[in-house]
C-alpha cells in the first residue's frame, strides 16, 4: 500500500503520569504514516485526491498541545482516532510519539510508543 510520511513533527506539551510532567511540560516528536492509495492523486495532481499534510499536522498538534493525557499510548491512540475521522480516504495508519526527555532514571536516546490501526469497514 502507498504510503504518505510525516516524521519528526515536534510539540510542547504536558503529558505525562507525574505531577511536573503535568505542570512544567516537555518535548515530544511525532511520527506518521498514512496507508491509502495514491494512483489517483499522482495521476490527477489534485489535492482533493489526497490528504493534504498541513491538515495532518494541525490536528496532532492539537492533541499534542491539547488536554494532557498521563500515558502517550492514550496519545497515539487519540491520533489515530480523529485520523481516522478527518481523513475518508485513510485506510491504515501508524503513529508513532517520542518523548525525548522523560523524567525516569537511566541513560536511553528516548521512549517512544507505537502504534497501527486500521479502518473498520
Known amino acids: 500500500m502507498d504510503k504518505i510520511l510525516i516524521n519528526q ?3 510542547y506539551g504536558y503529558h505525562g503520569l507525574f505531577p511536573e510532567e503535568n505542570k512544567l511540560g516537555q518535548r515530544f516528536y511525532v511520527d506518521v504514516q498514512l496507508m491509502l492509495d ?5 495521476m490527477s ?3 482533493n485526491d489526497s490528504i493534504n499534510y498541513g491538515d495532518v499536522y494541525e490536528l496532532v498538534k492539537e ?3 491539547g488536554k494532557p493525557k498521563n ?3 492514550a496519545v497515539a491512540e487519540d491520533i489515530a482516532k480523529d485520523l481516522f475521522h478527518e481523513f ?3 485506510k491504515a495508519c501508524t503513529v508513532k510519539v517520542t518523548k525525548p526527555d522523560p523524567p525516569i532514571p537511566g541513560h536511553y536516546q ?3 510508543v507505537e ?3 486500521e479502518r473498520a469497514e
Open 9 to 11: 513533527m515536534a510539540f
Open 38 to 42: 495514491l494512483k489517483k492523486s499522482s
Open 45 to 47: 495532481d489534485d489535492m
Open 63 to 65: 492533541i499534542m498541545e
Open 71 to 73: 500515558l502517550i499510548e
Open 88 to 90: 475518508y480516504l485513510l
Open 110 to 112: 528516548s521512549v517512544a
Open 115 to 117: 502504534i497501527t490501526r
